[in-house]
């Protein structure tokens, strides 16, 4: 049982940067209806589980040696999952990590690190900046919404991101490191290929990341910025299989980049970071992939079911490009949260004031978190 005086000298010990911050914790409550971390609310189809525990059998009396450093099999399978998109990858263009976000940390550790600064476009995914700050990266918030965040009013105008305003951003704090997140979380909304080209050309110092964690979401008409990628070696795009293909528990996340930029990010990886399991698991998913995303239309509809019925509701709901809808509207967005979850739907509360997130799961789930909130009282928006 530590005391307050452990604790004090933990904190004298600790960077003074990192002083006062609080971890990254969305709630992993056991509810019913968690739709609160943008899962897949799906399991893994049993006849790719079968193959995995298969790969994982064949792996295991292979452990007691290293995993292939370079993890050049997988590397080879997620060149070819991205190139279905029409944008031809090669296996030297792909990084990959425990998670996207391991990857973005190694993005940062090549390319941020003290003296250095990070910019992104507030509100974004809340890990950048604090991926930022673990590398003593400086962070710029960038501003949404036009002008200054003063944007219009409804349907998620104030959450906007003009090529134009982002330019005039990135060209005023010339930073090293650029986030884009396309489909934004927690907004929903994916960017113009306009923004990205325009951040690329006013950041000349700059890596620019597109995290495209929810591409494969995206409603039609929003390409990927894999189509960006030829000729702009400071380019990178961000995937991973945590969401379309419901296997967030897998943790394998990647990137396309220029085979250049993707050989720096060796410098910082630990060796071995991708174990053997994972790197056998994740060939099996991919070996599947019609099937693991098997699920991404049924979650669009949800997705869109959600839109609708919270607009008819009197909420303001986003347009959404992902497998999460942010709404506004609500009085107070912490009261509605509790209300939910004692209701028995956990959604989140991602700190944008009469703002929540709620992950579009199966359609009994979405359901449930629609008769949750038709029955909030009136006083909640
Ligand atoms: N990027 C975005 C925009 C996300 O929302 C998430 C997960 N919530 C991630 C990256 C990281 O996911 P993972 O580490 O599971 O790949």
Redesign the pocket.
Known sequence: QTTPATTATIVRLLREDLRGRTAYGAPQLDVPVALN??ENSYAVPAPVVEEIVAAVRAAAGGLNRYPDREFTALRGDLAAYLSRSGTPVTPEQVWAG???????LHLLQAFGGPGRTALGFTP??S??PIITATTGTSWVDGLRGGEAGSGGAGSGAAFDLTAESAARQAAEHDPHVVFL?S????TGTALGLDVVEAVHEAAPRAVVVV?E??EEFARPGTPSALTLLEGRPRLVV?R????AFAF?GG???YLAADPALVDALRLVRMPYHLSTPTQVIARAALAHVDTMLGTVDVIKEQRDRIVTELGRLGLDPVPSDANFVLFGGLRDAAVTWRTLLDAGVLVRDVGIPHYLRVTAGTPEETTAFLEAVAALPPDHH
Do not use: F, I
């Not at 991973?240 to 969401?243: D, I, L």
């Open positions: 971390t943008n425990n998670g996207s976000n391991e990857v973005l974004a995914y890990m950048h997140c489909p934004n979380n927690p995290d964690a929810y961000t991973t299989m945590s969401k967030a943790r394998l996340g």
